[in-house]
């Protein structure tokens, strides 16, 4: 059975204060591991799909990357707007279902 | 582009009632998925379907069913509705070819049972 798990739950950093988000995965032949932000009564935004270990994707203060176990959620510089709930979701080869994790609720303080 | 729409925005229901909620998939798409998320989880898949037909189901019972029509868009309906049905319903869209497998998330729909 896949398994998300995503750490930490919450973590509250200061304006321009570095980290990273963690999403160990175990899936039955990966198709694809996913990055969405959620904000506050609103549908998850999609931010990145990862394919293959060694793949990395940039967004803005956002980057992406992926290992065979885990992929981590690099925030550089962040923001206050970067506030959200950060989720990460894997899809197995053998359907279309996202497998989500329960999500890392990020703040950033002035 | 328009992006992916759901109606209601909020909904409240007595337990046993019945509901629908309906989606609009972004254009292009071809293919829906309806999502639950509870308060402080991740969003749990009920069912997608494709081509009007369902095309992988999530653990819920039978009383979830869907419908899919031609111009794309799905309705999700719940039957004999219990208080543990309250959460925010969430549809998807994506294209099912071409190596896309995005999923594209509506604004959901949020549904009280009382």
């Known amino acids: 059975e896949d398994q998300v798990t995503q750490s930490p739950e919450a973590l509250r950093l200061q304006e321009g204060e570095s980290s990273s988000l963690n999403c160990s995965y175990t899936?039955?032949?990966?198709?694809?591991l996913f990055w969405y932000r959620q904000d506050p009564g609103k549908g998850p935004e999609f931010l990145f799909t990862?394919?293959?270990a060694g793949e990395e994707k940039e967004k803005e203060r956002l980057k992406a990357t992926l290992t065979k176990k885990e992929s981590f959620l690099h925030i550089t510089a962040p923001k206050p707007e970067d506030s959200a709930t950060y989720l990460c979701?894997?899809?197995?080869?053998?359907?279309?279902?996202?497998?989500f994790g329960k999500g890392t609720s990020l703040l950033v303080t002035p | 582009e328009t992006g992916v729409t759901q109606s209601p925005t909020h909904l409240i229901k007595t337990r046993g009632q019945q509901v629908t909620l309906r989606c609009s998939s972004q254009?292009?798409?071809?293919?829906v998925s309806w999502y639950q998320q509870a308060l402080g989880q991740g969003p749990q898949f009920i069912f997608q379907?494709?081509?009007?037909?369902?095309?992988g189901r999530g653990n819920f019972p039978p009383r979830f069913s869907g419908l899919q029509f031609p111009n794309y868009s799905s309705e999700l309906n719940v039957n004999a509705l219990e208080l543990d049905d309250s959460a925010l319903y969430l549809c998807?869209?994506?294209?099912?070819?071409?190596?896309?497998?995005?999923?594209?998330f509506g604004p959901g729909t949020r549904l009280t049972v009382t």
């Open positions: 998807a869209s994506s294209r099912t070819s071409g190596g896309y497998y995005e999923q594209y």
């Open positions: 899936v039955s032949g990966l198709r694809g």
């Open positions: 990862l394919y293959s």
């Open positions: 979701a894997v899809q197995s080869n053998s359907g279309y279902a996202l497998n």
């Open positions: 254009s292009g798409h071809n293919t």
């Open positions: 379907y494709y081509r009007e037909e369902e095309n």
